[in-house]
């Protein structure tokens, strides 16, 4: 199902960890990183890989908000909502992007180019609000910001 050099590099990652189950993250974001999101046959292929169950692997590849077990956009836009956020503008944030991009909290650009994610707490109050284009942390946000950044992501 994978290049055999993607095997090679999952069967790295497994051995890095003790017990098979727990490389289950990592394997994941790395199959992640190749199809763009897990989708079924993705999963089964992992709990193959792990010798864990498939309700095993969906039920990890659901709890984390940056694993997707639907097909998601190009780019995945993750905007915090806990409280910092919350009081620092974090709803004129969403109000702007959900505005700007047409598109509502969790669903996809009709042209495939963002998803629009809500995140809990990115470890980063202190510089509220905050969102990650990507995996990449964007701090202290104002709506012209995140216009310029949605500028360079296109
Ligand atoms: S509340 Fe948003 S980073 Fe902590």
Redesign the pocket.
Known sequence: MFPDELVAELEEIRSCFPVAKAAMVPVLRRVQEDRGWIDPEARDWVAEFLSVTKMEVHEVATFYPMLYTEPVGKHVIHV?R????DVCGARELWAHLEKKLKVERGGTTEDGRFTLKSAE?????GT???MLIDNERHENLSLAEVDKLLEATK
Do not use: F, G, N, R
């Not at 707490?121 to 109050?125: E, F, K, T, V």
């Open positions: 915090c806990t409280l910092s956020c707490c990115l470890a980063s109050c509220a609000p905050v």
